[in-house]
């Protein structure tokens, strides 16, 4: 009887053990699921600044063109950004957090509509007409609040994105992490250069 009593006990410690780190990996995994929602939560809101920057182009350049026809050059530049920075898009755009290779030609595509935009910035300050009229003051004012908005939506990516990496690559989550097959999440790298104005030559 008291053999059989000692084995109960032990199959009873096993079985709070066991349902102890079914318990853990259970939470472990709820908790990499939600870490990951916030991380795509935040890269919706970055698709969204993105696309509403695009959105003000095409009426921006018509803006600009009606002032500075001859100014081709650089809005056949800021066109052809604009075009590339808007190239990916659906699931590709939706999946370029799981790569970090297509996550820097994403940022590098992102980047060289910025440098087009100030390149016509600079053009601008030769029309002081264009500067005054109400729908050019408009459209750049938005632009610059997108601009804005912008840096904090990637910054508030970059947090959710290094908080879920941090996380399952943590031992033990490590474990629950691989089973599920979660895979590191790609950043926003430094720009040192994205806040140069182009050098722009007014002898031309």
């Known amino acids: 009887m008291k053999k059989l009593v000692g084995v109960l006990v032990v199959l009873g410690v096993l079985a709070i053990a066991v349902f102890a780190v079914i318990s853990w990996g259970v939470g472990v995994y709820n908790q990499i ?3 990951e929602e916030t991380v795509n939560e935040k890269w919706s809101q970055v698709q969204n600044v993105y696309q509403r920057r695009a959105d003000l182009i095409p009426n921006l350049v018509q803006t600009v ?4 026809a001859h100014e081709q050059e650089t809005l056949t530049e800021v066109v052809e950004a604009r075009a590339k920075a808007t190239s990916i898009s659906g699931d590709a755009l ?14 590098a595509a992102q980047s060289g509509l910025s440098s087009a935009l100030s390149k016509l910035m600079v053009v601008v300050e ?12 408009e459209l750049q004012s938005q632009l610059e609040g997108t601009e804005n908005r912008i840096t904090v939506e990637r910054k508030r990516f970059n947090e959710a994105a290094r908080e879920y990496n941090t996380y399952i690559k943590k031992i033990p989550q490590k474990f629950v992490a691989s089973y599920k097959g979660a895979k590191e999440k790609a950043y926003f790298e430094a720009e040192a250069t994205a806040q140069r ?3 722009v030559d007014f002898g031309k």
Request: proline letters at 8%; glycine letters at 6%.
């Open 33 to 35: 699921v939600q870490l």
């Open 65 to 68: 063109k009606g002032y500075a």
């Open 94 to 107: 939706k999946n370029l957090v799981n790569d970090p290779g297509a996550m820097a030609k994403f940022q």
């Open 126 to 137: 030769r029309y002081p007409d264009l500067k005054a009229n109400q729908n050019f003051l």
């Open 197 to 199: 104005v182009p050098t």
